[in-house]
């Protein structure tokens, strides 16, 4: 259920880490923020293990995605500010997509 909730908005287009957060928020809304972040992290870590999805490295909201190896994508997804909305449309932005 999680897993598919994920691979849907991955199909559509790049998506930043916090929006997977936000699709579970919608799903779970009684659950607190660690416990979605920390759901969200496994799904993610689960997913680009079954090469589902490929994380992706943005400048801004206009730059190009790079695409990040999955050595470097699993240190990423255990940082916590990378589960954080941008606060301006000039940082670094990690995101996820199907490859």
Do not use: C
Request: glycine fraction near 10%; aromatic fraction near 8%; charged fraction near 25%.
């Amino acid at each position: 259920m999680i897993r598919d909730a994920i691979m849907v908005v991955a199909e559509e287009d790049y998506y930043g880490l916090w929006e997977a957060v936000w699709r579970l928020r919608s799903m779970l809304p009684q659950t607190g923020e660690l416990e979605l972040r920390s759901i969200a992290k496994r799904t993610m870590q689960e997913l680009l293990g079954n090469g589902k999805v490929k994380l992706f490295r943005r400048s801004g909201t206009g730059g190009k995605e790079e695409l990040i190896s999955n050595e470097e994508a699993y240190a990423i997804l255990t940082s916590d500010h990378v589960w954080n909305e941008p606060l301006d449309g000039k940082s670094i932005q990690i995101l996820f997509g199907v490859p």
